[in-house]
């Protein structure tokens, strides 16, 4: 929290004041009772008082005064807010690869459930997108906010599913700028705020450069968040013989570098659901300022009131 106007703050030394003030001034009343050294007639003279409820008007005043004073000083909160017309693009790795087991149940199946737990947790008026990637990179499901249709498409997510093998990170991230620049009429003129999500297991093998692609993402300021899921152990069978398959992500590092995302190492499919979730809490927000002294303004209004009511209650008078 900070404060507009935070010299007014030096106003509680008047609040602090009062408070030793009235401290000095009970110590006071406490020396002159004691003054009187028949004790039958300081119990006619000075009757028992009511102990410590004398004492909560006084406290309810002061915390009254002290929460009008930062009221005063206008504090305010930052607060994160869903940017407007925000869009995420989620692009998978399909490649056989992604068959490895080293992360269970295997890379593409833990991907797959990572991923949805990420969708789901995004702000409704998201628009997000899927892509799938091997050789090439195709668009299952353009940008919309229908989120029914982003788990079809992740049910859909499968080992050759684009038909070509391969890993083409540069396809990958060029067919997610595509889906952004159509997401709306609007969209050339003022391209919406967007992100790309990116996850695989290997270097680029096939299609166009993923520094050019890069460089593309970077211009368009689009953030591409790269995440590298498996282990060095990885392991899949084709064609009857298994092969190693480790991870490898220096390329998912370089791009995320260059376009001012972040780069994450997922080899459990707890590591990647956390990654996940460290994403999701910063996609697509901006920050802002929002006024927060109606908060101790109403609360410094109860205040007054519970000094009244006390001080009437106990007393059979406002102060």
Do not use: K
Not at 12 to 26: E, I, K, M, R, S
Not at 221 to 236: A, C, L, R, W
Not at 274 to 291: C, K, L, P, Q
Request: no cysteine; glycine share 10%.
């Amino acid at each position: 929290m900070s404060f507009l106007s935070p010299e007014r703050l030096w106003l509680l030394l008047g609040v602090a004041a009062l408070l030793v003030a009235y401290v000095l001034l009970q110590r006071r009343r406490s020396r002159y009772a004691m003054r009187f050294t028949n004790l039958p007639l300081l119990e006619r003279v000075a009757p028992a008082r009511p102990g410590w409820r004398r004492h909560v008007p006084a406290g309810l005043f002061l915390a009254m005064l002290g929460l009008l004073v930062v009221g005063f000083a206008q504090p305010v909160d930052e607060v994160r807010v869903p940017r407007e017309r925000a869009t995420v693009l989620v692009a998978v790795d399909v490649s056989l690869s992604m068959r490895a087991a080293d992360v269970p149940p295997d890379r593409l199946a833990a991907a797959r459930d990572a991923a949805a737990e990420f969708v789901n947790g995004l702000p409704e008026e998201f628009n997000v997108g899927l892509v799938a990637f091997a050789g090439n990179a195709t668009v299952l499901v353009p940008p919309v906010t229908d989120r029914d249709a982003l788990h079809a498409g992740l049910d859909r997510l499968d080992v050759g599913a684009t038909g070509t093998a391969g890993t083409a990170i540069g396809e990958a991230i060029a067919a997610s700028l595509d889906a952004v620049r159509g997401l709306d009429a609007q969209a050339v003129t003022e391209p919406p705020p967007a992100r790309i999500v990116l996850l695989s297991d290997g270097a680029n093998t096939a299609g166009r450069s993923p520094e050019d692609m890069a460089a593309d993402a970077g211009a368009a300021d689009i953030p591409v968040d790269t995440i590298s899921v498996g282990t060095e152990d990885g392991e899949v069978e084709i064609s009857g013989q298994w092969q190693d398959v480790p991870v490898d992500g220096e390329t998912l590092r370089m791009v995320a570098e260059q376009t001012g995302g972040s780069y994450h190492e997922a080899a459990t499919a707890t590591e990647l659901r956390d990654v996940y979730g460290d994403i999701g809490s910063s996609v697509g927000y901006r920050t802002e300022e929002r006024d927060a002294s109606s908060r101790f303004i109403g609360f410094g209004l109860l205040a007054a009131l519970a000094t009244a009511g006390t001080s009437m209650l106990w007393f059979s008078r406002i102060p």
